[in-house]
């Protein structure tokens, strides 16, 4: 194990009866590092958090924190504080009570705990609320209750379940600055769960994605963003177009696929060994993805495409085309680079990527 | 447009009327029989007839002086205020673990505990006075203890389970995960969070308690409760006195019981004096 591990996952199983919410999970956690874990809902990521945290026991294999064993530490044991997604401040305490909760538990004296406390509300710019009842207070204020009553302990890592989805749409993206700030201030290790991914791709320096217990991908948010490895991740991600074909030639220069919509050619599948006759997937982010009148040369994949429909977000353009066979393709570009380009719903034109852009993928 | 302005258009007035009414006739058949022991409790006159005599005390100040009511009034207080408290510990513990613990039986477990208060008093008391004076407890202030806390636990628990079902069921959690120890985190959170409906409850077992005949009648043996010692005297003769015990009566129980409501719906836990205003 290497020096800079906080948190280590080995072996690790969880299961409720006969369901099993975590398969197998094998993952580190390094010292100061913000780390998210994503996926939609009853893929394991709470249940994930919930075993590092002692509300959970895992069924097989060990957590490490710093080191130790934690499996048998009853969560009261462990300095592993956690922000919850319903923020579970207590509603019969002050705001300032609620800080200090974690002191009076560790029998800090009580001029040391109102000072400490007083500190953290203080660097989280709620010092005016120390007296209010938490009834009187708005979502972003409670957030920073939350917040300032886990780390008043000052703890090595900090656990966060989903702590921002009851928050509006701004107010979230304010917290998201917040957060990753206070992270880099602390240097405190921080794990966040969430199902957004733009939260997660925003504040982590590293993201686990995960799905029905497993982990499909772990890594920083540009290398699951240019390189989803499973099929998964790149539908998860929804950032990208997805083709399956068989594999028809692999060589130093690339590989080869034949899919249903056409011959595809990439060079960048040199991670994977593709051998001919195999299965295969291939991705390309629909930014990457280009649209033109007549078929380009060079060397590039294009399919012809038929335009089914267009959505507008601000600066960027979505086009969603269908190939004759059938299958969704996604390009989305600037209106700039879209000029020239005869946007009509049944328009015919051609879909194209540079072979460098295309990557391959891990069949499920 | 304000809600008023919205209720009016979707009212009928003759409805409206009507549901007054019909509020109004259904606390005025309620609360007329005691209205009346208490108009009767202040008038001079010997038996309750109309028109009034004159107003006075005397039936209080009979009340007051006869030991044996005072006797009466001692027990039942006694019995009372040990009642409200072994009930709302009993009430607590059944509630908590209905609200903590998912176990094989837990339906048949709830349905036990509440069952109490279904049984004909009448039955209970018989039970309860074969049983008890089988183990030699009939008979004494004891035994009606013991059978006031059999009926009055399932209304504490029912009171203080309700207040469990509102607390936010990662509360406990996070208490533990502050550093909290199961022991801690009842002391810290769960207690502190159900106060509320603990005193309520409190105050409610004991209002039953205080009430309640039938069984004391069974078990009590001499040590009469007041609403025994009542009974003894209506056989002996009608007396204005009746009257005056009865108004004691209602108004104790009744502060009690309004000092319930203020606590379960008062949102007593929510709101706290704030150091900043």
């Known amino acids: 194990m290497k020096n800079d591990t906080l948190v280590s996952f080995e072996g690790v199983v969880k299961r409720f009866g006969d369901f099993v919410a975590v398969k197998r999970m094998d993952f580190e956690i390094g010292k100061g590092e913000f780390l998210a874990i994503m996926g939609s809902?009853?893929?394991?990521?709470?249940?994930?958090?919930?075993?590092?945290?002692?509300?959970?026991?895992p069924s097989e294999g060990v957590i490490r924190l710093s080191g130790k064993p934690i499996n048998d530490l009853p969560t009261w044991s462990r300095d592993t504080p956690m922000v919850w997604q319903s923020l579970a401040l207590f509603p019969f305490l002050n705001v300032v009570e609620n800080v200090e909760f974690a002191l009076k538990m560790?029998?800090?004296?009580?001029?040391?705990?109102?000072?400490r406390a007083e500190q953290w509300l203080d660097r989280m710019q709620i010092s005016e609320f120390a007296g209010r009842n938490i009834s009187q207070l708005s979502g972003g204020q409670r957030q920073r209750v939350a917040l300032a009553r886990s780390l008043v302990v000052e703890p090595e890592i900090l656990l966060l379940d989903e702590p921002?989805?009851?928050?509006?749409a701004a107010l979230k993206v304010r917290m998201q600055s917040v957060l990753k700030n206070l992270q880099r201030e602390t240097g405190i290790t921080f794990v966040y769960v969430t199902h957004s991914q733009s939260e997660a791709f925003s504040m982590a320096d590293r993201v686990v994605i995960m799905s029905r217990g497993q982990i499909e991908q772990i890594g920083t948010p540009q290398e699951i963003y240019r390189t989803p490895r499973t099929r998964f991740v790149a539908d998860f991600l929804g950032s990208s177009n997805v083709f399956t074909g068989t594999v028809t030639a692999s060589d130093g220069g690339g590989v080869m696929l034949d899919t249903p919509a056409g011959p595809l050619r990439l060079t960048s599948g040199e991670r994977l060994a593709a051998a001919p006759g195999r299965s295969a997937t291939l991705t390309v982010l629909d930014t990457r993805t280009n649209l033109a009148l007549t078929a380009p040369g060079g060397p590039v994949n294009a399919i012809p495409v038929r335009m089914i429909g267009e959505e507008f977000i601000g600066a960027t353009a979505t086009i969603y085309l269908e190939t004759g066979t059938g299958q969704e393709i996604r390009v989305q570009k600037s209106h700039e680079e879209l000029a020239g380009i005869p946007l009509e719903i049944g328009q015919e034109l051609f879909a194209w990527w540079a072979h460098a852009d295309g990557h391959l993928v891990t069949e499920e | 447009m304000s809600d008023r302005d919205t209720a009016s258009i979707n009212r009928n007035r003759a409805v409206d009327v009507a549901l007054k009414a019909y509020i109004v006739l259904g606390y005025a058949f309620v609360f007329a029989p005691i209205a009346a022991s208490f108009v009767f409790s202040l008038n001079s006159d010997r038996f309750p007839s109309i028109p009034l005599g004159e107003f006075s005390l005397e039936w209080y100040k009979a009340v007051a002086s006869d030991p044996l009511v005072w006797q009466g009034l001692r027990n039942t207080l006694f019995v009372g205020v040990t009642v409200g408290v072994i009930a709302t510990a009993l009430g607590f513990g059944a509630a908590y673990t209905d609200y903590r613990y998912k176990f094989f039986g837990k339906q048949v477990y709830l349905a036990l505990a509440l069952i109490p208060p279904t049984i004909p008093v009448v039955i209970l008391g018989l039970a309860m006075l074969a049983y008890l004076?089988?183990?030699?407890?009939?008979?004494?202030?004891?035994?009606v203890i013991i059978a006031h806390v059999v009926i009055c636990a399932p209304f504490a628990m029912a009171i203080i389970r309700l207040r469990l079902s509102q607390m936010d069921p990662d509360l406990e959690a996070a208490a533990w995960n502050l550093g909290a120890s199961e022991w801690a985190a009842m002391r810290h959170v769960i207690v502190p969070f159900t106060m509320p409906a603990i005193l309520g409850a409190l105050f409610i077992t004991m209002a039953?308690?205080?009430d309640e005949f039938a069984i004391a009648w069974f078990v009590s043996?001499?040590?009469?409760?007041?609403?025994?010692?009542?009974l003894g005297f209506l056989q002996g003769q009608v007396?204005?006195?009746?009257?005056?015990?009865?108004?004691?009566?209602?108004?104790?129980?009744?502060?009690?019981?309004?000092?319930?409501?203020?606590?379960?719906t008062g949102r007593g836990a929510q709101i706290r004096p704030s150091a900043d205003e």
């Open chain 1, 41 to 57: 809902s009853g893929c394991g990521k709470t249940t994930t958090l919930r075993m590092l945290a002692g509300l959970e026991a």
């Open chain 1, 106 to 115: 560790r029998a800090v004296g009580k001029a040391e705990r109102r000072r």
């Open chain 1, 164 to 168: 921002l989805s009851a928050l509006d």
């Open chain 2, 133 to 143: 004076s089988r183990i030699s407890l009939s008979g004494n202030a004891l035994s």
């Open chain 2, 208 to 210: 039953v308690s205080f």
């Open chain 2, 221 to 230: 043996g001499l040590n009469e409760t007041l609403p025994v010692k009542v």
């Open chain 2, 239 to 264: 007396s204005p006195r009746i009257n005056a015990i009865g108004t004691f009566v209602f108004v104790t129980s009744m502060t009690l019981v309004i000092l319930a409501q203020i606590l379960l």
